[in-house]
């Protein structure tokens, strides 16, 4: 497989053409966004607790961006569908960008990491924990 | 402007002269499609920065043997090929700098600092660079000046009609304007807008990056009071770049870096400053580079700027033509009479990112981003768009490489 199909593999097109969890959730338990500012990639995120305060019931993204950054925002939405809030936040960037299974160059790995860090962003709000000390390498996204 | 030249360009005799062109990238022959961005360099300009340090090297302008004189009067050579360059009247009103973004950072704080407050009105432009639009929205900020913008139309062309009503808001002390938009290669009508600042008692301010690699540029006939650009995108070396402004205003300005070279005395009690242009030229300068700058002037006045111009007209014209290929391609700017060697654009449904990562692949360099204008990008309501740029060595295949890896895009998100 050459470069070129290793990156753009079908399944990144698919998630971008059609992705998973698209749109808002209104008075949602937790939230924040973020972009890249290199890229001009955009993402919002949107989470939903169950009754425990805990479950991530539902999750949604807005965004717009390279297909990279979007596809690997719509793949982290199935991802961490019914996980523990606790446990997402503290989610290894690697089992993320095993989803994505691409070999990503220093400035697209930005690109693939902006949904994640923005999630994550939004569950320490919600939960009122620190942002763990594990964004070398991204520190060039700006997340609120 | 009509080329008018007999001298026709060969681009493809040139090449010889820049060996990176001969590396292949990825595995791919190179076809290099984003010199605005920044150039590639002949080997004239890198043999003459090489024997320079080889033959002529220490520093300028205060050693007393031999090798200090002769590299004394290579920096000050180089400084009398830009004023011809640039026909100014006097080398004393060529300032070399690290780049144009110290250029024009020095006018905004030298000039701006003393002659900008309440009730005046900075004026840049909807295309301007961010190099020529924050140095002045953040002076007239410190200074309590407005700052105020010359819109651009959809096309990326400005909006000269609005000059008047930004008149009416207060006393226009400052216009700030790019010669050729860098984002979509769009060429100001510069001559008639600083004939407008000149009625309004404003200085006009030029920043001629993406002109001066391409074009020949005549400071007296421009009618501006600055003009500033940088070496990296005409063949020259990065690192350096030059400020041409009006003695007069030159003298009357306050120095903007302070150190050695700078002054003519200094004591406790007090510092007087050197004389023209050593005033603005504090520490010690990048006279290597501006040796390579003035070899790299010299290099394109061999292969000749109005063959530069027609070259470069030819092939934004081919390429407009082939990108009528794809209907998901939107060209961003205006007509081809109107624009420099650069095609932004816009395919439908992918980021731009997208587009340059995947023409990356078959060896196609373009660039893909802001560009640095993102007040321009605002108004055309888009994040980013790509860009190809041409320069003196592009060739016509370079471009059917550059289409042919859009149709591979366009049927990869199809």
Known sequence: MNEFDAMYREVILDHYKNPRGHGEIEDADAQAEGQNPLCGDEVAIYVEFGPDGETIEDVKFRGRGCAISQAATSM???????????????????????EVGIPLTPIRLKCALLGLGVLKVALHKAKGTPLPEEWAGVDELQIS | MAVSSGVKLDARALRADFPILARPMGGKPLAYLDSSNSSQKPRQVMDAEREYYETSYANVHRA???LGEKATAGYEGARETVRAFLNAETTREIVFTRGAT?????????WGLDNLGPGDLVVATELE?????????????????EF????????GELELEALDELAARGTVKVVAVGYVNNSLGTVNPVERIAGWAREQGAITVVDACQAAPHRRIDVQALGADFVAFTGHKMCAPTGIGVLWGRRELFERMSPFGLGGDMIRSVSVEKTTWNELPQKFEAGTPPFAQAVGLAAAIDYLEAAGFEAI???????????????????QVKVWGPPAERRGGIVSFDVAGVHPHDVAQILAYDGVAVRAGHHCTQPLMTRLGVPATTRASFYLYTLPEEIDRFVEGLHRVTKTFA
């Open chain 1, 76 to 98: 982290l939405t199935e991802m961490v569908k019914g996980r523990s809030a606790t446990e997402v936040a503290s989610l290894p960037r690697d089992e993320l960008l095993d």
């Open chain 2, 129 to 145: 660079h961010h190099s020529n639009f924050v140095p002045w929205q953040f002076i007239a900020g410190r200074t309590g000046a």
């Open chain 2, 148 to 155: 105020a913008v010359v819109p651009a139309n959809e096309h």
């Open chain 2, 102 to 110: 110290e250029a024009l950072n020095l006018v905004a704080y030298a």
């Open chain 2, 309 to 327: 111009e027609a070259h470069e007209r030819d092939l934004l014209e081919y390429t407009l033509g082939r990108l009528g290929e794809l209907p």
């Open chain 2, 64 to 66: 007393l043997y031999e």
